[in-house]
């Protein structure tokens, strides 16, 4: 079984038998189980909420880009689920500071993809999102 950091397991151990004064006829099968209902490759956009100041990988489609160039920072927003600003959504953000590690505008080339982006689920005022510093973090399908 592979681990892999962004997955949240709990494991679990069940005794196959026991002799009559408990000790184990079988070697313990160790089965891991998830706390969030897994896409392949990471939980889905709306479950994110539920695992604030987790590193995970969340995955879901793209419904809307936005670049706030008159904001602090000139923020790229991919609203991921449902659209800004329905507070049920999920936001990957990436600042101006980190865009030119993109070799691409993400506004443009992450519009209508379907991605997962691993990183840290924080709230935002009413919203949820992860803060993209790289291109590493986000793979598009």
């Not at 079984?1 to 099968?29: E, H, N, Q, W, Y």
């Not at 590193?55 to 670049?67: D, H, L, N, Q, R």
């Not at 953000?93 to 924080?122: K, M, N, S």
């Amino acid at each position: 079984m592979k681990l892999r950091p962004f997955a949240v397991l709990a494991l679990t151990a069940t005794l196959a038998g026991c002799s009559a004064d408990g000790i184990p006829l079988m070697p313990a099968i160790v089965q891991p189980t998830t706390s969030a209902s897994p896409t392949a490759s990471g939980i889905d956009w709306s479950e994110a909420r539920a695992h604030l100041g987790e590193v995970a990988t969340v995955c879901g489609p793209v419904i809307s880009t936005f670049t706030a160039t008159s904001s602090v920072g000139s923020p790229t927003f991919l609203n991921v689920g449902v659209d800004y600003p329905d507070p049920a959504g999920f936001t990957v953000i990436i600042f101006d500071d980190y865009r030119g590690a993109f070799p691409f505008d993400p506004a443009i080339e992450y519009q209508g993809d379907t991605l997962c982006v691993t990183g840290e689920i924080r709230p935002h005022e009413q919203f949820v999102q992860i803060e993209a510093r790289s291109p590493d973090q986000i793979t598009a399908r």
